[in-house]
């Protein structure tokens, strides 16, 4: 087995019966169109999303179901990953095609597939019980964050702005500039007669949320 790959079995401290397993989930498109991580990153996707929603589930039994929601959105997301992904160094075991390696960065998305992918593969390698244990492990420090919960600043203003208006916030988009894997959105965001909020960000969900952060800050909610 590639001796990178022995670093990560290490690191997450499991041991594969089928290395090829792992091996597979760290293969990128670009390497290799046919045998890569996709499917592990979809079959990842759905195993995360279980074991974050029965540990909410257990954790706070009489939340209601608006509450769970915010928590479990807060912990799976991209953004999530991508961090986890980053704590465990992935881009160091990722295997890509020569058009990525000549880059000095790997890609967020890539990063982030490639931890969901890891937990699909660790799921068909080993089972439930220790793809659970997995996820708790590397998640357990955000877990804890939702203790109290964190309300994305969108969230938030749309939350205000139907209870006193009765409207959602109105954005727009003002500009989309940069090459596809860097790009750079511009956007508006007001509310009743509120004035003009701008953000911007990587991705257009990052720009609103930038804008409806300098509004709610204006108004003091």
Partial sequence: ???????????????????????????????????????FEFLGDRILGLVISKKLFDLY??????????????LVNRNTCLKISKLMRLDE????????????????KILSDACEALIGAVYLDKGYKTVEF????????KIKETVITKIDPKTKLQE???????????????????????PLYKVSVKINN???????????????????KKLIKEIKI
Avoid: C
């Fill in 61 to 74: 039994p009489d939340a209601p179901e608006g509450d769970l929601d915010k928590r479990f959105a807060y």
């Fill in 194 to 212: 509120s004035k003009l909020f701008f953000g911007s960000g990587g991705s257009k969900k990052i720009a609103q949320h930038d804008a409806a």
């Fill in 160 to 182: 205000y702005s139907l209870k006193h208006f009765k409207k959602l916030p109105i954005y727009k988009v003002l500009s989309f500039k940069g090459p596809a894997h860097s």
């Fill in 134 to 141: 997995f996820i708790l492990k590397f998640w357990n420090d």
């Fill in 93 to 108: 075991y990722l295997i890509l095609g020569p058009s990525y390696r000549k880059k000095n960065l790997v890609e967020d």
């Fill in 1 to 39: 087995m590639n001796k990178n790959l022995k670093l990560l079995e290490k690191k997450i401290n499991i041991k594969f019966k089928n290395h090829n397993l792992l091996k597979q989930a760290m293969i990128h498109k670009s390497f290799d169109s046919t045998n890569n991580n996709e499917k």
